[in-house]
């Protein structure tokens, strides 16, 4: 009896253990609850009270592609700034994204990168992934390849691309065929990148196809959006096992390839070619970037500098398509300016008024970079908007709900590029929210390349072509973003315009 009675102690002392465990976790939860969703320093920021005491609303949207899109009914309901974690906030103003990206005043505390953003198993850190410190080193040695002379010196590489570009679109169109335009600005900026981070071209245009490693590109990217939710639910040490095994493949062989055809054109030791690695190796010293920094950063130039680029013009394309006015606007523009293609320069077409109005709207319509890039708020927090962010809080201004709101533009779902050509019924845009390449120390390096590269393209193509849209069964607007858009094919005709001769 006194073995039974002990067991019966025990097992009832186990089960009261448990019991109390139970309880003093549902307490926990409770009072935590309460205190994120009352009496937090966020808690006078608008927003949902569940995404105040929970983060789980948010990453579900992130895994599916939505985030972006449920964000900005968030705030069409709450207005310029949400709260959308215990420890997130997002406005779409223009002043707080000065605030939160712009260069700092003297004295002034910066808003570092969130890291839960872009966190990689990588033996060292880029651009992309480096602290304020190590950036500016970087960045100081990646800006002689970036420089107006450095663009200069490109041009001719510039041409050849684009001369390839519609070499390819005019076989395809005199042979009656339909043409995935989404592809070939694809291959476009993805030779041109190519060679000028790695001096290689991955033969895209002249192949009319995908290189392989291009293709692993795409597929690579979603792991960003998985690794952010891994990060933020503490399992960064196991996202290599925990992403999907196909994606991971990819992301590696992406990374594989450019490091070895980085370091194939390091050590050729060509300092005179007219790429990014030739300005790069040419003023490097002991302040610059190692080997393995100059490598990590070739990997992550290929990305930066061809998908993004790919997808405005991309997305451009689509609304003049839904446009035809628009289309038909620009393309007088463009046909009236030149005789020839040959007329046809870098030079020129930034004389082109209503073509740059085009881009900036699309810029607005298509972000190519859709989501907020998170910054944490420094030491002693900071006043944002009127309010109080208290310090390691994560902030930022996502571009497409910023752009598609009623409190930055009028009309906000529709394409009109006049709203930039000063056209008083859009006097009350608030224009100084866009910010496609990012503000302050950190902004695009490459800007003027991608504008180069933009304006050249659909400036010789529209001269050349007239565009037709191929009915689909889907709209094509309708995707997923994972960090960046998820495109489909866009089928187009084109017909050559027939000019007399002179």
């Not at 307490?27 to 935590?32: E, G, R």
């Not at 070895?260 to 302040?287: P, W």
């Not at 972000?367 to 927090?381: F, N």
Request: aromatic fraction near 12%; charge should be neutral.
């Amino acid at each position: 009896m006194g073995v039974l009675h002990t067991e019966a102690l025990a097992e009832l002392s186990l089960g009261s253990a448990m019991a109390l465990s139970g309880i003093a976790l549902l307490l926990y939860l409770l009072i935590s609850s309460v205190y994120y969703a009352f009496f937090h320093p966020l808690a006078k920021v608008p927003g949902p009270k569940l995404y105040a005491i929970t983060q789980i609303p948010y990453l579900y949207y992130l895994s599916k592609g939505d985030w972006v899109f449920h964000l900005a009914k968030l705030h069409e309901q709450y207005g310029p700034a949400v709260r959308f974690t215990p420890k997130d906030v997002s406005f779409i103003t223009a002043e707080a994204s000065k605030k939160i990206y712009g260069h700092k005043a003297a004295g002034n505390k910066s808003f570092e990168k969130d890291f839960r953003m872009y966190r990689q198993n990588r033996p060292c850190s880029s651009i992309v992934r480096s602290d304020q410190e190590d950036h500016r080193r970087m960045r100081r040695l990646l800006a002689h390849a970036f420089s107006s002379k450095a663009l200069r010196g490109q041009g001719d590489v510039v041409d050849h691309y684009v001369e390839l570009f519609m070499k390819g679109l005019t076989e395809r169109a005199q042979r009656g065929e339909e043409i995935d335009i989404v592809a070939w600005y694809n291959f476009a900026s993805f030779d041109l990148i190519g060679h000028l981070a790695l001096g290689q071209p991955f033969g895209c245009l002249e192949n009319g196809k995908y290189h392989p490693w291009v293709s692993r590109v795409f597929k690579g990217l979603k792991v960003l959006s998985y690794t952010q939710i891994y990060v933020r639910l503490g399992l960064q040490n196991w996202i290599s096992l925990l992403s999907p095994p196909s994606l991971r493949k990819s992301y590696e062989e992406h990374m594989q390839f450019a490091e070895h055809a980085a370091l194939a054109r390091i050590e050729s030791k060509d300092t005179d070619s007219q790429d990014f690695m030739s300005y790069v190796l040419r003023h490097n010293d002991e302040k610059g970037m190692s080997q393995l920094e100059i490598i990590e950063n070739s990997g992550v130039m290929i990305i930066a500098g061809s998908e993004t680029t790919a997808t405005l013009l991309s997305g451009t394309t689509y609304f003049l398509l839904k446009n035809p006015d628009k289309l038909e606007k620009l393309t007088n523009e463009i046909r009236s300016a030149f005789s020839s293609e040959e007329e046809i320069t870098v030079t020129q077409v930034d004389q082109l008024k209503y073509m740059l109005a085009v881009f900036n709207e699309g810029f607005r319509m298509y972000p190519p970079v859709a989501v907020g890039l998170s910054r944490i708020s420094p030491a002693g927090g900071e006043f944002i908007d009127g309010y109080w962010i208290p310090e390691n809080t994560a902030v930022s201004m996502p571009h497409w709900p910023a752009y598609y709101s009623k409190l930055n533009f009028r009309d906000p779902k529709k394409f009109v590029p006049e709203r930039w050509l000063d056209d008083p019924r859009y006097a009350s845009d608030n224009r100084a929210i866009l910010s496609p390449f990012s503000l302050g120390p950190r902004d695009c390096i490459g800007k003027n390349l991608a504008y180069t590269e933009m304006r050249l393209l659909l400036a010789r193509m529209l001269w050349k072509f007239d565009l037709e849209a191929v009915p689909t069964d889907k709209d094509w607007y309708d995707q997923k973003i994972f960090f960046l858009w998820e495109k489909g094919g866009l089928p187009i005709k084109l017909k050559e315009v027939v000019r007399e001769k002179v």
